[in-house]
């Protein structure tokens, strides 16, 4: 079993900054994919980046530029640097890990303000 904490969202205006974070407990196995996706009111949850075991990186058309995905395998952790905010930012924030198995956090908001 794997556990997903999120942490690091809050209200902030456009063009503002977070940094959120995911801190995984369990047994991660040596090659796993997380990601974050959003999910914002009324739409789907949709991928915003993800990192492979190896730091390899993916990101989705409407961050690249501003957002930096990044993790550190010793602690366990991923982060997501989110840089010159957009309104259309504001969605609800989840961190997911496929690690022989696929698991998900709780979600933490993300609210952009115009």
């Known amino acids: 079993q794997v556990q997903l904490v999120e942490s690091g969202g809050g209200l902030v205006q456009a063009g503002g900054s977070l940094r959120l974070s995911c801190a995984a407990s369990g047994t991660i196995f040596s090659m796993n994919f997380m990601g974050w996706y959003r999910q914002a009111p009324g739409k789907q949850r949709e991928l915003v980046a993800s990192i492979t075991s190896g730091s390899s990186a993916y990101y989705a058309d409407f961050v690249k530029g501003r957002f930096t995905i990044s993790r550190d395998n010793d602690k366990k952790t991923m982060y997501l640097q989110m840089n010159s905010l957009k309104p259309e930012d504001t969605a609800v924030y989840y961190c997911?890990?496929?690690?022989?198995?696929?698991?998900w956090g709780q979600g933490t908001q993300v609210t952009v303000s115009s």
């Open positions: 997911n890990i496929y690690n022989r198995g696929n698991y």
